[in-house]
């Protein structure tokens, strides 16, 4: 049986499978977990998969494994209730395809194009595929889908959701871009894409409309009371933060991104920042003394355990006397200082003590529906798998099928909830958007 886990697994949970290791264990994004499952699959002695995150992430794997011809190996959720998704769901709502529908009817003189955050429902994939052209994204890819777009087809309008603060930070990014006089047309045409300028920048600005109602529970905790106390008590620390934070973080992070003291972007983006950091600093001949370096973590606390374990073992071979400080920007009374003498080297404030970074004040950067994930449940449908008499109780555990059955417009359902996932993997391979999408894009130009 293979094991694919999102980062946002708990904290014990993650050690435990990372003890574990080997071939059949896998912690990743939501996108690469479906293709460690196939990796897995592909090696010829894996007959399931359990995925430990929340169910569309499931529906995913199960979707991706049938796109590689491996639809009959069964994807298994820890828990039989729906494991939900604050974001997800805000995109399952009437709402979201009303403004789809809206959008779609406008005058779009130069196209229209659709950018879905692929943590998201196959069911929301697919009735946004019944609606507008639609490509799914993920926060490591999402710049470069509208950079491609926008130079593909000048001036098209591009849809972003469901996650507001991401759409809202994206716009951010490109306006910071342009008003910083660091970026020059060529640096612009270098380091992001060769067919931009700042004024093609500025036309993807504006061009960019982002759904209004979207969210996850987890990152809208980095508020206003952490950004003050980051910028009260941490000036010299790295500061990170992932596209779905409030704008006030991003803006941080974007800010201390302008002089290599921060990153933006997806939890593997955040992972590779602390690692180079941490590596450049214990590979540099001009470390006297003990170098302590602080990162202020700006997602979900379940992605320390990735870290620390790419630091730790970074640390373990330096021959400098070089620390790392992991700081959790939670509210200002949920903060307890680590043991520095039991630390190793590698210093952790996860919040309140015992509490997993959460308190009364605020400041709980753990998700509850991933929580609902744990190591006996994992051990209970391991169990069951192996045994030839829970059939019908490993059922209960597979992903929803919503879809199952179903058409839209004359086509099924399940095809069109993939259709956006195949066209971003052409794009992630070929570095160009489909001509079949982009054509279908060009013919929204008119109302």
Not at 177 to 197: G, T
Not at 244 to 272: H, N, Q, Y
Request: contains cysteine; glycine residues 8%.
């Amino acid at each position: 049986m293979g094991i694919v886990a999102h980062y946002y697994m708990d904290v014990e949970l993650q050690s435990i499978l990372n003890a574990v290791g080997g071939d059949r264990v896998a912690i990743a994004d939501s996108l690469a977990m479906g293709d460690a499952a196939v990796r897995m699959v592909e090696s010829g002695d894996v007959k399931a998969i359990a995925c430990l995150g929340v169910d569309f992430m499931a529906e995913s794997v199960q979707a991706i494994l049938g796109r590689a011809g491996y639809g009959h190996i069964p994807v298994y959720r820890l828990d039989t209730r729906s494991i939900g998704c604050s974001l997800a769901e805000s995109a399952e709502r009437p709402a979201y395809r009303a403004w789809l529908q809206k959008r779609s009817r406008e005058e779009n003189p130069n196209g229209l194009l659709h950018v879905v955050y692929i943590n998201t429902s196959l069911e929301t994939k697919a009735t946004a595929s019944s609606t507008v052209p639609t490509i799914t994204c993920t926060s490591s890819n999402v710049v470069k889908t509208m950079l491609q777009a926008s130079a593909q087809q000048p001036g098209i309008r591009i849809l972003y959701g469901p996650d507001t603060y991401m759409g809202e930070n994206l716009v951010t990014f490109f306006d910071g871009i342009c008003n910083s006089s660091e970026w020059s047309d060529e640096k612009i045409a270098e380091e992001l894409h060769p067919s931009h300028n700042n004024e093609t920048l500025r036309r993807l600005r504006d061009s960019i409309d982002v759904f209004p109602n979207g969210n996850c529970v987890v990152h809208h905790m980095f508020g206003s009371d952490v950004v003050e106390n980051v910028r009260q008590n941490y000036s010299d620390a790295y500061v990170t933060a992932h596209l779905e934070v409030p704008g006030e973080m991003f803006e941080i992070a974007m800010e201390k991104s302008m002089v290599g003291m921060g990153t933006v972007g997806s939890t593997s983006d955040i992972l590779k920042f602390i690692s180079k950091k941490v590596s450049e600093a214990a590979s540099s001949p001009s470390v006297t003394g003990r170098k302590r370096l602080k990162f202020i973590l700006g997602t979900e606390a379940g992605m320390i355990t990735s870290i620390v374990k790419s630091v730790q073992g970074i640390l373990d071979l330096s021959k400098n006397s070089v620390e790392a400080e992991i700081i959790f920007p939670v509210a200002t009374e949920a903060i307890t200082a680590v043991d520095e003498s039991d630390s190793a080297g590698l210093s952790i404030v996860p919040g309140v003590s015992g509490g997993e970074g959460c308190s009364t004040a605020g400041g709980c950067a753990t998700c509850p529906f991933m929580k609902m994930n744990d190591i006996d449940k994992l051990s209970d449908v391991v169990e069951m798998v192996g045994s030839d008499s829970s059939h019908i109780s490993l059922e209960k555990h597979l992903p929803p099928r919503r879809l199952h059955g179903k058409t839209l417009n004359g086509v099924s359902a399940t095809e069109l909830g993939v259709q956006p996932i195949i066209y971003m993997r052409q794009f992630m391979k070929e570095s160009t958007i489909p001509d079949e999408l982009m054509a279908k894009a060009q013919a929204c130009s008119a109302s």
